[in-house]
């Protein structure tokens, strides 16, 4: 055989993800010899922007760092806010809290899932390709993102970046008439959800489970939204106030977004799949059942299933918000008041992709003097790396196109966000 001569193939803006970043596979006489994730969208500083600001202010700043997922960095706030002023905020306000989480999850998941993800099973370069021959998906999907945006808006005061998230509560809560009379919408967004699940639950997907630990919070209640403790499929369980210990963040030359990894470990896997696996039992009946007729079983480790548990969690999520509309009483007042105190708090929420922990030192004034912010997609840089390498070294039979396309899909299943996503994939290859 004739040997081949070196090729570069170079994709300069990956399509179907939320930032700028790219990545290299090079392969070198039949190997894979490196596999790296490099960032480059400019960093935006947010956490040295923190300092200096009121721990008031938190909320609103923070929820700038994105316009998909606001409210969980919303949340994150002031529950580390509240738990350094030793102020719990519980009842309504909690409800209200969660019903909000809600409303992002069906809506971050209903975009990933159908308009994002889902063209690569279906052969579709796009979700407006699809359009074309399947308005139906595209319809049903942009209805049931809608609802989870509208029942932002009902809580939030705003589809993006909401603006009644304050610490202690909100500055203004819904009237129990006003949510009452969402719940056709929330029902509707239901079936539409159990119709989503059927559709990609019918995807064929490559046999690809990972061995990595799997990190989510659990809840001895609920399925983990706003709290929990931190636990692992190897054995980790520890307080929040313990992340630091068990997991590192380090600064790699080429890219802008730092790589964490589990102490001892190296890379872990935040996100739908670990919140899945580590919290199947704690999912609402009607999910468990939808979860099991769409062939899943209590724990999936495959990212390219990521999908499927995408939707299966965007059941959950408008179930439970039928459950707590169902129950909510308007609290006596908005918010309760919460008084700065020096110190140091930390929170830790599940983000649509995933983890997602803050942590904040304020002095007597409430003045921000130091802030530390973990985003899921910077968890799982390592392990799309590492997934990068294994999925290329298990299909170097591939042409350098199918290739190409289907690493752009491993990049895909993390639904990766902001400064932390992948935008360009580059593979030089020489097979000599």
């Known amino acids: 055989m004739s040997a081949r001569p070196p090729r570069t193939v170079t994709v300069e803006a990956l399509a179907r993800v939320e930032g700028e970043a790219g990545f290299s596979v090079k392969i070198r006489k039949g190997e894979v010899i490196a596999a790296a994730l490099n960032v480059f969208e400019p960093p935006r500083f947010f ?14 700043l923070t929820a700038r760092i994105c316009g998909i997922c606001p409210v969980a960095y919303q949340m994150s ?21 969660r019903l909000l989480y809600c409303g992002e999850w069906i809506e971050s998941h209903a975009l990933h899932v159908a308009m994002l993800h889902a063209p690569d099973f279906l052969g579709y370069e796009s979700a407006l390709h699809l359009a074309k021959d399947r308005p139906d998906v595209v319809t049903d999907a942009l209805r049931l993102k809608k609802a989870g945006n509208d029942l932002v808006t009902l809580v939030g005061g705003r589809e993006i970046h909401p603006v009644s998230v304050k610490v202690g509560g909100f500055w203004k809560t819904p009237s129990r008439e006003a949510l009452r009379a969402f719940t ?24 690809f489970d990972r061995d990595l630990p799997l990190v989510a919070l659990r809840h001895p209640d609920e399925y983990p939204m ?3 403790r931190i636990v692992s499929t190897s054995g980790l369980d520890l307080a929040v106030a313990e992340y630091e210990r068990a997991f590192f963040e380090e600064h790699l030359p080429r890219s802008n977004a730092l790589h964490s990894g589990m102490t001892g470990r190296g890379p ?22 939808a979860a099991r007729e769409a062939g899943l079983s209590e724990s999936c480790r495959n990212p390219f299933r990521s999908i499927v548990v995408r939707a299966v969690e965007t059941v959950y999520a408008c179930d439970e918000a039928l459950r707590l509309i169902a129950r909510y009483e308007p609290p006596a007042e908005p918010a309760v008041d919460v008084a700065p105190r020096a110190g140091t ?25 130091n802030a530390k912010i973990v985003p899921p997609t ?43 996503a992948t935008h360009l994939l580059t593979i030089d290859r020489d097979d000599r």
Do not use: W
Not at 47 to 60: N, S, V
Not at 395 to 404: F, I, M, V, W
């Open 77 to 97: 706030a002031v529950h580390a806010m509240e738990s350094l002023c030793e102020v719990p905020v519980g009842g309504a306000l909690r409800d209200l809290r």
């Open 184 to 207: 056709p919408r929330m029902e509707d967004a239901r079936e539409r959800a159990l119709g989503l699940l059927k559709l990609v639950s019918g995807f064929s997907f490559p046999d």
């Open 345 to 369: 708090g930390c929170a830790a929420t599940e983000a649509p992709r995933g983890l997602l922990y803050h942590r904040y030192r304020i002095d007597g004034a409430g003045i921000i003097r």
């Open 268 to 289: 872990y896997l935040v996100g739908p799949l670990a919140r899945y696996s580590l919290n199947f039992d704690r999912l609402s009946p009607l999910a468990q059942e």
């Open 226 to 228: 706003n709290e929990g």
């Open 47 to 60: 956490e040295a922007l923190l300092r200096g600001r009121a721990f008031t202010e938190a909320p609103d």
């Open 378 to 420: 910077s968890q799982n840089l390592k392990a799309i790396e590492k997934d990068l390498s294994l999925f290329a070294r298990a299909h170097l039979g591939l042409d350098t196109k199918s290739l190409t396309l289907r690493l752009e899909q491993v990049v895909r299943n993390y639904d990766p966000c902001i400064s932390c």
